[in-house]
């Protein structure tokens, strides 16, 4: 696939299908994301790759309590029975990092570059993904954290999920680049 292609087709995707994606594929996804930059070439990124639909549930409905206990203005919308957190989506995976707070900032840094990678190497499989950003809230909750396989030392830097899209990814819409100032 055409970079420019995947890069400008590759969209958040909000319903799968119930096909799990192969072991080979969730593999390829992951070994892209290792191929990002990352800082002083720590490589600091670790990957929980979560397939159990029970699990995956946990982790929906327990972020929705708390989207609701710390987004008031969200409350509301988060109380429905639906699953609009993980879409009901196949697989989750995490993005993990050693806790250290000398590297906190680089490590997420690193994290958000291979999820790119992650996405764009999915969408060139025919597969979606979404970055779930609210699922991040259960970092404030070590109990669930520990649930999911995320150990003590480490921090949960990108949830997102991964499937098989029910429909054909649309097309996006981007405003022009915002350039400040270009100094010659
Ligand atoms: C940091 C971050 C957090 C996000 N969190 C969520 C989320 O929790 N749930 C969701 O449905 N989409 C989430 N998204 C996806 C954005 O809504 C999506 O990228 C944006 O609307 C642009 O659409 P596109 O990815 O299809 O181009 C997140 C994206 C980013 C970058």
Redesign the pocket.
């Known amino acids: 696939m055409e970079l420019d292609v995947c890069i400008k087709g590759?969209?958040?995707v909000?319903a799968y299908t119930d096909e799990p994606v192969s072991k080979a594929q969730i593999e390829t996804v992951l070994e892209s994301g290792t191929w990002a930059p990352t800082g002083m070439h720590r490589e600091p990124w670790k990957f929980i790759v979560i397939e159990d639909k029970k699990l995956i549930k946990y982790v929906s409905d327990e972020t929705k309590l708390l989207v609701q206990q710390m987004m008031p203005p969200l409350a509301k919308q988060f109380t429905t029975e639906a699953d609009i957190v993980c879409y009901n989506a196949p697989t989750l995976i995490l993005v993990c990092t050693e806790k250290d707070p000398q590297w906190e900032n680089i490590n997420l840094l690193d994290s958000v570059l291979a999820a790119q990678n992650m996405f764009l190497k999915a969408y060139e499989l025919g597969l979606g993904t979404?970055?779930?950003?609210?699922?991040n809230f259960l970092s404030h909750k070590p109990d669930a954290l520990k649930k999911i396989g995320v150990p003590e030392n480490c921090t949960m830097a990108v949830p997102f999920i991964l499937g098989h899209p029910k429909t054909k990814q649309g097309s996006?819409k981007r405003s022009k680049p915002n350039i400040l100032k270009w100094i010659k």
Do not use: I, L
Request: proline share 0%; with cysteine.
């Open positions: 590759r969209r958040s909000r979404c970055y779930m950003g609210f699922v996006g």
